[in-house]
Nanobody
Framework: QVQLVESGGGLVQAGGSLRLSCAAS????????MAWFRQAPGKERDFVAA????????YYADSVKGRFTISGDNAKKTVYLQMNSLKPEDTAVYYC?????????????????WGQGTQVTVSS
């Protein structure tokens, strides 16, 4: 079992920045791919960004490309999402996810573990 705990959400004005963190604990030897998803009220959970610990290039949803950066600290078992130039449409609950297979994917159902989510609100 793996536990994921997100932090770093909050309220920010449009154009501002936030950094989300996702700390993993438990059976972290099976961590292969990590991702961030988000879900706005009344909408489906959408892919934001994903990476693997193997060093392959991360990839992003088109809506956040150039503004968000996913990174990880393997020693700390922590994944980050740096969010810059935030827009009101970025408002959502952001979830960290872990996949125990080696390839990252943008499909939520292919992830095995999820955090509880952290709220990000961007005011206009």
């Amino acid at each position: 079992q793996v536990q994921l705990v997100e932090s770093g959400g909050g309220l920010v004005q449009a154009g501002g920045s936030l950094r989300l963190s996702c700390a993993a604990s438990g059976r972290t030897t099976t961590m292969y791919a990590m991702a961030w998803f988000r879900q706005a009220p009344g909408k489906e959970r959408d892919f934001v960004a994903a990476m693997t610990w193997s060093g392959s290039s991360p990839y992003y949803a088109d809506s956040v490309k150039g503004r968000f950066t996913i990174s990880g600290d393997n020693a700390k078992k922590t994944v980050y999402l740096q969010m810059n130039s935030l827009k009101p449409e970025d408002t959502a609950v952001y979830y960290c996810a872990l996949r125990t297979l080696s390839q990252a994917t943008a499909r939520a159902h292919e992830y095995d573990y999820w955090g509880q989510g952290t709220q990000v609100t961007v005011s206009s």
